[in-house]
C-alpha cells in the first residue's frame, strides 16, 4: 500500500480528476488508503486535508477498508413502508453484522443507505452495483449466497 | 386528463442498445432541423415560446435561463445534464435513461447548439452505474452516425450524495470537491461549471426538447395548464398496488394517477415531491398536478389508512438530516433538532410545545438554509401539522398519560 500511486496512475492529472482518482482507489483497494491521499494530494498539488475532505464526504467511498462485497440496503420512506426494516434484520442475521461492519472474514459490509432509486420494487438493495428489488427475508440468502 | 406520452413516447418501442430502431422512430429529425434552419437563437425562442419549464424540481423557465448563458461573453461554456436524481421515491429518469437514451442525448445535442456550450456532462448518480454502459454505447452510436460533430459529451458519476442533485453541489462534484453547495449569485449562466457560463437541466426537461423542435412552442402550449405547460412523467411508490412510471399531462388530478393508474385503495395521504415534497389529505385528491398546485419532482408517495403521518414524517426528517450538506447551520442543525422531537414523540415523551417549536423551527430553516434542501425540508413537517394535528395532539396526549403514571408502571 505504500506506493498506491503505482497502480493508478497520477500523471496529467487535475483537481477535476480527484474524484475519479479516489473512486478508483477505492474500486481496487476497497477503501482509500492513507498513502493514496498523500501521493493524490502532492500530485495536484493540494493539502492533504481537500483530498480527506473529499474522500470522507461521498457515501460510496470509505477510509476504511470494506469487504469484498457492499451490502447496501435502501432505508427511506418507500422501503420502509415494504417493510425494509425486516429485510435489514435478516441481512443482520445472515451475515452477523450490524450496518457499519464488516464480516471477519472481510466477504460482506453492510450499509443503510438513502434511496437508490428502486421504490418501484421495494424494498430494495445494492449489492456492489446491481440492484435486487422486491427483496423478501426468504430470497436474502440466495441472493447473498450468489456473491463469494 | 387521460395519460399522455411526449417524454417517454418511445420507452418500450425502440431498442436502447441500437440508435437504428430510434431512427425509424424519427430520432434525431428535430437534431437535424436544429442544426440545418435554425439558428441558435431561433431555437431559444421556440423554446421560450413553449414555455417549457424544468422538470427537476424547481421549475424554472428553461428558454430565459438558456438566453441567459446564450449571452454570456465567454467562448468557454457547458451543458450539464443532471441525472442524479436522488430525490426519495423518484426514479423517473432512470426509466427514461433505461428505456430511450437517444431523445436525451438528441435533446442536449439541441440545447449544446443553442447555448453554445462545446462539452456536456452527464452527471449519474452512483447508483445508476448499472445505466454506464448503455449510455456510454448510446454516445458512441450517436458519434459514429455524426449527430455530436459539434459537442463532447461525457458522463461523471457520482459518488452517493443526495445534495449533488442540487445545481451548486453539482458542479462542486465535477469539479473534484465536496459536493457542498455554492453561495448564489454568481448563478450558474454567468460563473458556473470551472467559473464558466453553465446550463443545468434535468433528464426529462431535455428529452422534452425534440418534440418541441419539431412540433412548435406553440403546440407545445396547448397541453398542460396555464403556467405548466406540456406532460409530467412521475414516479409512484407507497401503498399502491402498481407503482411504476407514468407520463401524465399537467394538470391531471392526483386521483388520477394515484387511483386510476396506480391502484391506490383506502388513501390516507399523498406526498408529492419527496421528502421534503408537500403531504395532502384524502379528501384533497382532486389537487391537479402541476407548478402552481404540486409537484416538485414528480415523486409520488402514496400512505395507506394504517400509516401513522408523524411517523412518515420522522423518517422523511431521518433521510434529510442524513443528506443536509452541513454548510449551513439552519439545516444542519434544524433536521438534527426536528428527528429529536420525532423521536421523543413516538417514544411517549412529546410535550405541548413541541407542536409550536417544529412551527418556529420551520420558519427559521426556511428563512435562513443556504439551498433548496433546508427550505424545503420544513414542508412536510407544516403540512402534516396542518391537515393531521390530531395525530401529534394525541402523542402529546398519552405522553403527558404516560409521565403521570407512577414510575414503576410506565
Ligand atoms: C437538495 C436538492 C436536490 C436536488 N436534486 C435534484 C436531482 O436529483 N435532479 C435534478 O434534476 N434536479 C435536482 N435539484 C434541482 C437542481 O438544483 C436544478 O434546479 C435542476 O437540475 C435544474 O434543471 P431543470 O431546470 O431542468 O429542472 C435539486 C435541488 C435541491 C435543492
Ligand atoms: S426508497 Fe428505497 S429505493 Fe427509493
Known sequence: MERASQDI?????KREDLLMLLKSAQAEYRHIPRA????????????ENQVFGVASFYAFLSVEPLGKHVIRICQNLPCYLKNSRMIIDSVKKKIGIIPGETTPDGRFSLELVSCIGACDVAPAMLVNHDVHGNLTPQRISEILNTYD | MPEKQIVSMNCGKIDPDNIDTHIDQGGFKALQKSLEKMTPEDIINEIKTSELKGRGGAGFLCGTKWELARKAGENQKYLICNADESEVGTFKDRHLLAKDPFTLIEGIAITAYAIGAQTAFIYLRAEYHFLLDLLTNAIEQAKEKGFLKHLAVQIREGAGAYICGEESALMNSIEGRRGESRYKPPFPTEK????????????????????????????????????????????????????????????????????????????????????????????????????????????????????????????????????SCGKCTPCREGTEVMIEIFRRLEIGEGVPEDMENLEALSEAMMLSSLCGLGQAAPIPVLDSLKYFRSEYEDRIEKSQILRRLPRSIA
Open chain 1, 9 to 13: 496512475s497520477l500523471s496529467d492529472k
Open chain 1, 36 to 47: 493514496f491521499i498523500v501521493d493524490t494530494a502532492k500530485a495536484l498539488g493540494l493539502p
Open chain 2, 192 to 323: 458556473g461549471l470551472f467559473d464558466k457560463p453553465t446550463i443545468i437541466n434535468n433528464v426529462e426537461t431535455l428529452m422534452n426538447v425534440p418534440q418541441i423542435i419539431l412540433n412548435g412552442g406553440e403546440w407545445f402550449k396547448t397541453i398542460g395548464t396555464g403556467n405548466s405547460r406540456g406532460t409530467k412523467v412521475f414516479s409512484i411508490s407507497g401503498d399502491v398496488e402498481k407503482p411504476g412510471v407514468y407520463e401524465l399531462e399537467m394538470g391531471s388530478p392526483v386521483k388520477e394517477l394515484v387511483v386510476t393508474l396506480a391502484g391506490a385503495k383506502n388513501i390516507k395521504a399523498v406526498q408529492v415531491g419527496g421528502a421534503s415534497g408537500s403531504i395532502i389529505p384524502f379528501d384533497q385528491l382532486d389537487t391537479p398536478l402541476s407548478f402552481e398546485t404540486l409537484l416538485g419532482s414528480g415523486g409520488v408517495i402514496v400512505f395507506n389508512n394504517e400509516r401513522d403521518i408523524t411517523d412518515m414524517v420522522h423518517q422523511s426528517m431521518i433521510f434529510l438530516s442524513e443528506e
